[in-house]
């Protein structure tokens, strides 16, 4: 069965810092691998994607996220936060033998303090 | 261009009654999702339309819950006797099938049965 994991329910992070917010994944074959955000009363936002290709996936505002196949992981990261990232993130996946599913993460919401 | 519409943003019912809730996907875009998010959580699958194909349906939680979409394009949920636990807010999504194309979603309808 595809799925991805957020393990951290909540990130908090101040302005400036790096941050980085997790997600592993499970899945049959290679991923096709997504990372989402969400602001209050908003629908989710696309950020970036990894297909295939370069490990480091670069996406909006900033945002890039590593593929890690050993660890099956795909965190979402940004050298330099702001109070305006503050945000629910969601990661998801696309089941490819099943091509309409997509499996997301419970989130995960990030905290960017002054 | 036009993202993903929903109608209306924000529905207060009593329960027990009907609800219909409307989706408006990006022209062109042949696959339609509907979730449901509750406060502050995930999202839940409930139903996915593609084409002409008979809808996955395998996420309604209840028989109570039906959609349609109509000419391959705008897409209704209908919530029948409406009960208390169905308030969240529901979001619609819309994507191009065939490429490892993201989900574009809408800003939801916010629906809180009293």
């Known amino acids: 069965a595809q799925s991805v994991a957020q393990p951290e329910d909540q990130v908090n992070v101040a302005e400036g810092n790096p941050l980085t917010v997790k997600c592993t994944y499970s899945?049959?074959?290679?991923?096709?691998l997504f990372w989402y955000v969400q602001y209050p009363n908003r629908g989710l936002q696309f950020l970036l994607k990894?297909?295939?290709?370069?490990?480091l996936v670069k996406g909006s505002y900033g945002f890039e996220a590593e593929f890690n196949k050993s660890q099956t992981s795909f965190h979402l990261k940004k050298p330099s936060a702001l109070v305006s990232d503050s945000a629910l993130y969601f990661c998801?996946?696309?089941?490819?033998?099943?091509?309409?599913?997509?499996?997301f993460g419970s989130g995960t919401k990030l905290n960017v303090k002054p | 261009g036009a993202g993903v519409s929903q109608s209306p943003s924000n529905k207060v019912t009593e329960k027990g009654k009907d609800v219909e809730l409307r989706c408006d996907p990006i022209?062109?875009?042949?696959?339609l999702y509907w979730y449901r998010q509750s406060l502050g959580q995930g999202l839940e699958f409930l139903i996915y339309?593609?084409?002409?194909?008979?809808?996955?349906k395998s996420g309604l939680p209840s028989d109570r819950f039906s959609a349609e979409r109509t000419g391959g394009s705008v897409s209704t949920l209908t919530i029948q006797r409406t009960q208390q636990e169905d308030s969240a807010v529901y979001l619609c999504?819309?994507?191009?099938?065939?490429?490892?194309?993201?989900?574009?979603f809408g800003n939801g309808t916010r629906l809180t049965v009293t």
């Open positions: 999504a819309s994507s191009d099938q065939g490429t490892p194309s993201p989900l574009h």
């Open positions: 899945v049959s074959g290679n991923p096709y």
């Open positions: 990894y297909i295939t290709g370069d490990n």
């Open positions: 998801a996946v696309r089941d490819l033998y099943n091509f309409n599913k997509f499996y």
């Open positions: 022209s062109g875009h042949t696959a």
């Open positions: 339309f593609q084409g002409n194909s008979a809808p996955d």
